[in-house]
């Protein structure tokens, strides 16, 4: 949810005693069982369950499975109610939060409902609906820990076609919020959130400063819409780990247990990182009716909206985990995380390339059932290679290439195999090249390729491999944006999954800021579907009077290499004729130079 400075003067400043008694009231919830009613409840009691086990490493901190009695509210030694006008929370929304069982409440069975009811005619007025957050804001993780917030929750069970204006989430914000530093500086986490009924899901950051800033408010830095099968009819997983224990520390989102966004601390400036992470923080459920974020995808409520759909909520727990990583890069840095990364094609769309390079061993590669397949990670500039890791899943290569290259067209094999036995292979070799390929030609088995973990070790240096690659991660903005889900950053977070597009309308702009002055000799524009037949690259050093070192009225889209001569801090593509009806849309924006 996005979050407002408004807002603030809303929520109390808590005392020492109050936030003491709090976390009392809550240890006394830790590990939870699941105590079940009798008659009329049964059907519902078989359906809840306990909270999990704690996922291998970590202990669990903190459980509520919400076992009150029937048409009870909250227990408000642990939750506090959020009520009032949706309007004060500046999101937009149209419905006022109640603390009344017909909003929220216990259904006897171990879950908690959070039901929006409509009155009157209008669709846009009447509204009333449910939102809570924990007394305690101390759920957080350590210098070199990570934490876990993980729930089980039904979406509203509604569609596109009557749940226009419905807007669930599970969210976080920082502890500091509550002590007077605004929003989003404290930092803002969206575990889940989903619009007008579209069985999707969305991961968020929010940090930085509104509007605007290194986290593109109020969009902020996320997955953008990732499917969710089923997730209005039954109960799915929703989880996010903040993982300070590796370099860089990074935040991961999960849907029933499956690894689909990875923030690194990298994307933003340390004290930016810094202030929306290094801290505690509280958990918020709500389900809103309108705003903003639905607006961004056809708006509502509308005359089709239903009333008395809800969000139902099984159980919600806080794990946590002393020290460790889930990274296993090669001997010495892993020169190869968080670098751009292709492949020749990816089984499905939660499998892609960017997964093998994400330091993250819970999440993998997976390429198309035939041969060959390859994958390819871009490392910025020329290396002396000496070292590779191949963590690979059970669909390993039976024979494959280690391959170098300066351009990523032309390639020299420096190690090669037929006899691949998979598992983690660790291959000391020799050799130079700004881009560095696995080239499968003979699968073990009757699937793909698959890799959790591709690690490069090396050294700068070693021939002509170029310039460094400037832009990525660095703070990017945009004329417009099409929607919340296709904001300016993502041209420039090194995931060709995620992309920005504009407005439907003519010039639209690009600007990524390198931080300072650089000497600039390619960009590289990965286009979508929707590109540019007229536009020009241009850079400036104040990000007001720019200079064009790149045009052409006759572009092809696609994926499109410019050398170029210019300097300057600021670089855009300023798009002047569109090429369809739709705006402009970059998978990806990148900036080499010196």
Request: hydrophobic residues 30%; negative net charge; aromatic residues 10%.
């Given at each position: ?68 009695a ?17 309007s004060?929370?500046g ?23 959070l ?12 509204w ?66 989903d ?13 930085g ?15 953008g ?30 849907l ?32 809103a ?34 020290g460790g ?28 390339a ?30 002396n ?9 059970a669909?390993?290569?039976?024979a ?18 037929t006899t691949?036995?998979g ?25 793909g ?117 210019g ?28």
């Amino acid at each position: 949810m996005h979050n407002p400075d408004q807002e603030r003067p809303r929520r109390r400043v808590w005392t020492a005693a109050i936030t003491a008694a709090a976390t009392v009231a809550l240890v006394g919830l830790t590990a939870v069982a699941y105590a079940g009613t009798s008659g009329s409840d049964s059907a519902a009691v078989a359906a809840a369950a306990a909270a999990p086990a704690p996922p291998p490493g970590f202990t669990l901190t903190w459980s509520d499975e919400f076992n009150g009695a029937a048409g009870t509210g909250v227990n408000t030694g642990t939750w506090k109610y959020d009520t009032g006008p949706g309007s004060s929370f500046g999101t937009g929304e149209i419905e006022t939060m109640t603390n009344s069982t017909a909003n929220v409440f216990q259904d006897g069975g171990g879950h908690l409902v959070l039901r929006a009811l409509h009155s009157g005619t209008d669709p846009r007025a009447g509204w009333t609906s449910g939102r809570i957050e924990t007394q305690a804001a101390t759920f957080g993780a350590d210098a070199g820990d990570v934490v876990r917030m993980e729930s089980s929750i039904q979406q509203p069970n509604v569609t596109t076609a009557n749940g226009a204006g419905y807007w669930p989430a599970f969210w976080m914000l920082g502890s500091t919020l509550r002590s007077g530093t605004p929003w989003p500086t404290s930092g803002e986490v969206d575990i889940l959130e989903d619009i007008n009924g579209r069985s999707s899901v969305f991961g968020t950051l929010h940090c930085g400063t509104n509007p605007g800033g290194p986290c593109n408010e109020s969009t902020g830095l996320g997955s953008g819409e990732r499917a969710c099968a089923g997730c209005q009819t039954g109960y799915h997983t929703y989880a996010v780990e903040i993982d300070r224990s590796k370099s860089p520390e990074e935040i991961r989102w999960y849907l029933d247990g499956a690894n689909y966004f990875t923030l690194p601390a990298t994307r933003v400036d340390a004290t930016t990182w810094n202030n929306a992470v290094h801290h505690p923080f509280f958990i918020i459920y709500d389900l809103a009716m309108g705003g903003g974020f639905p607006d961004a995808f056809g708006g509502g409520p509308n005359a089709s909206t239903i009333s008395g759909a809800q969000m139902n909520i099984d159980w919600v727990a806080v794990y946590n985990k002393k020290g460790g990583t889930t990274t296993t890069p090669p001997p010495g840095n892993n020169i190869a995380q968080g670098k751009p990364t292709t492949a020749s094609s990816s089984e499905n769309a939660t499998l892609g390339a960017g997964n093998a390079t994400d330091g993250n061993t819970g999440t993998r590669w997976s390429s198309a059932f035939s041969d060959p397949q390859w994958l390819q990670v871009d490392l910025g500039q020329s290396y002396n290679i000496t070292s590779v890791n191949l963590n690979w899943e059970a669909a390993y290569a039976r024979a494959f290439q280690i391959q170098t290259s300066n351009d990523g067209t032309n390639w020299t094999s420096i190690y090669s195999t037929t006899t691949g036995t998979g598992g983690n292979q660790t291959l000391n070799v020799t050799g130079s090249g700004r881009y560095v390929r696995m080239y499968g030609t003979q699968r073990a088995t009757a699937y793909g390729y698959s890799l959790y973990e591709f690690g490069l070790a090396g050294t700068p240096g070693g021939g002509t491999g170029g310039a460094n690659l400037l832009s990525q991660g660095h703070p990017t903005t945009a004329s417009s944006t099409e929607n919340a889900g296709t904001g300016a950053a993502l041209a420039t977070d090194g995931n060709t999954g995620t992309r920005w597009s504009s407005a439907f309308s003519d010039p639209q702009w690009l600007s990524v800021d390198l931080g300072a002055t650089h000497s600039i000799s390619k960009v590289n524009l990965n286009w979508e579907a929707a590109y540019a037949r007229a536009f020009q690259v241009q850079t400036s050093n104040d990000g007001t009077t720019w200079t064009t070192i790149y045009s052409t009225t006759t572009g092809t889209g696609g994926n499109q290499t410019l050398n170029v001569t210019g300097s300057g801090r600021y670089v855009r593509m300023n798009g002047t004729q569109r090429a369809t009806a739709y705006g402009y849309s970059l998978w990806e924006f990148q900036v080499y130079g010196t």
